[in-house]
């Protein structure tokens, strides 16, 4: 039987079927749904089977798409203006990551963003020169920073290679 199908999960929890069947009915249609019914499968996971609950689910999405939608969630229950701001998904990503490395001014982009997206939604530039106005960048790593591949021969998002490449500065 796979970990879908069976009623493995912690006592009191929602059965992960039902988890399943929810997120099925909503994929790709709401974000914030679905991120948040992944977090609450996720806790009622015991640990270290969330992974192959989702692989053995047959969802339509990628578990790193998973994981977009569940930080997007876990951002949007901190910040309920996250909600209600009208932005592509793609804007909406990066919401949680820019929230990481500039919590001082995340208000501020919220804000910035809400007043933008009042009317229509914002394009992906105009979102992209919004954020650029009220989000100092990160620190450029050095020209002789070590290059970083993953073992999959896949290459990494920017933000995360500058980020590595600070690391190991120190």
């Known amino acids: 039987d796979s970990l879908a199908m069976k009623q493995v999960h ?26 948040r019914l992944l977090l609450e499968a996720k806790e009622s996971c015991e640990h270290g089977d969330w992974l192959t609950w989702f692989k053995t689910s047959a969802f339509s999405f990628k578990a ?26 793609v804007t909406l990503y990066r ?12 208000p501020d982009l919220l804000d910035a963003l809400a007043k933008a997206s009042a009317k229509r939604i914002l394009t992906v530039p105009e979102a992209n020169a919004i954020i650029a106005e009220v989000v100092p960048p990160l620190p450029s790593p ?28 120190h």
């Open 10 to 35: 912690k006592p009191n929890a929602r059965p992960l079927a039902a988890s399943a069947r929810d997120i099925r009915s909503l994929e790709r249609r709401n974000i914030f749904g679905v991120g």
């Open 64 to 89: 790193a798409t998973a994981e977009r939608y569940m930080s997007v969630a876990g951002l949007a229950a901190k910040f309920r203006t996250v909600r209600n701001l009208k932005l592509h998904p």
């Open 95 to 106: 919401l949680p990551a820019i929230h990481r490395d500039s919590h001082a001014v995340f």
């Open 142 to 169: 050095p020209d002789d920073a070590p290059s970083v591949v993953p073992d999959d021969g896949e290459s990494m998002p920017a933000d995360l290679v500058k980020a590595l490449a600070i690391v190991a500065q």
